[in-house]
């Protein structure tokens, strides 16, 4: 309810990413505004974090974030690990 995914790469870090900045009037993010929107058509499209805006997973047909963008975030301890 955030704005915020959290991304998992290949090297097992793990970046949260703050999308609430991004969703502005007038731009390709305004429909994300819309939180349902936002949790339904969440994806990983291009190998990235995406929203899937056709429901078919076609690659033009998304709104996806900048991978090396996402990786230039701090790192984050995982959400679901198991604490002891």
């Known amino acids: 309810d955030d704005y915020q995914v959290y991304a998992y ?12 900045p991004f969703i502005k009037p007038d731009t390709v993010f305004a429909p994300l505004e819309d939180i349902h929107i936002f949790k339904e058509k969440l994806a990983v499209i291009n190998q990235t974090i995406a929203w899937d805006m056709g429901g078919n997973r076609d690659e033009q047909n998304c709104i996806d974030l900048d991978p090396i963008a996402i990786f230039k975030q701090p790192p984050v301890a995982d959400p679901f690990a198991a604490t002891e």
């Open 9 to 20: 790469f290949n090297d097992g870090s793990i970046r949260l990413v703050n999308i609430k």
